[in-house]
């Protein structure tokens, strides 16, 4: 029996939050589902943290993952735009974790790393690398929302397991242990 699995990705935002659903069965991954939640400009901040709430849960239990992969926020110059982000992945998170689904994290650099083979592509970049890992037939409508589709596929890629006669390690090191003659 082949196993499925789900995983949300999340490109976090207090204007735009894109979100995007891949389901894995087997070697094969597909989107189910990518778009974006547009939060009210002119509301106030905590309103637009209620709305991403209540939008995701709709969302997760729509879906029902089994993961969410969220982008982590990245420091720019602005430091109050980065804490609404924190924010916003809070809240993304929190509405997750009250589904006891389980939450990863990665930076913006090991996305674009882990999907394009380069840590500086552009979202442009990302975008078309997702349109053929998916196979899908047109550039998801927004960049957003391929962001997001990435960042599931990040986690997808980060959290397979390495197997070796039989066993299955979770990472190097646990690899590494159990075959002291491997080393590099």
């Known amino acids: 029996m082949i196993k499925e699995k789900i995983i949300l990705g999340i490109d976090p935002g207090t204007v735009v939050l894109g979100y995007g659903i891949i389901k894995l069965k087997g070697q094969q991954m597909s989107c189910l589902h990518c778009d974006v939640i547009k939060l009210k400009g002119d509301d106030d901040h905590t309103l637009r943290l209620k709305q991403i709430f209540e939008a995701l849960t709709i969302i997760i239990d729509k ?18 735009s980065m804490l609404k982000l924190g924010r916003a992945q809070g809240v993304a998170m929190a509405a997750a974790l009250q589904r006891d689904i389980p939450v990863f994290e990665y930076s ?3 996305v674009k790393q ?4 380069n840590g500086n592509a552009s979202k442009e ?7 053929r890992l998916l196979g899908l037939k047109e550039l998801p409508k927004y960049l957003d929302a391929s962001d997001a ?3 599931a596929i990040c986690h997808h890629f980060q959290s ?3 197997s070796s006669a039989g066993k299955s ?12 003659d491997r080393k590099v």
Not at 169 to 180: A, C, E, T
């Open 108 to 110: 913006p650099r090991k």
């Open 114 to 117: 882990s999907v394009t083979g």
């Open 149 to 151: 589709l990435s960042v």
């Open 125 to 131: 970049q990302l975008a078309v690398m997702v349109q």
């Open 63 to 80: 879906y029902n993952p089994d993961e969410l992969a969220i982008e982590a926020p990245f420091f720019g110059k602005n430091v109050q």
């Open 169 to 180: 390690f979770s990472n190097w090191k646990s690899f590494l242990g159990s075959n002291p």
């Open 160 to 162: 397979k397991t390495i």
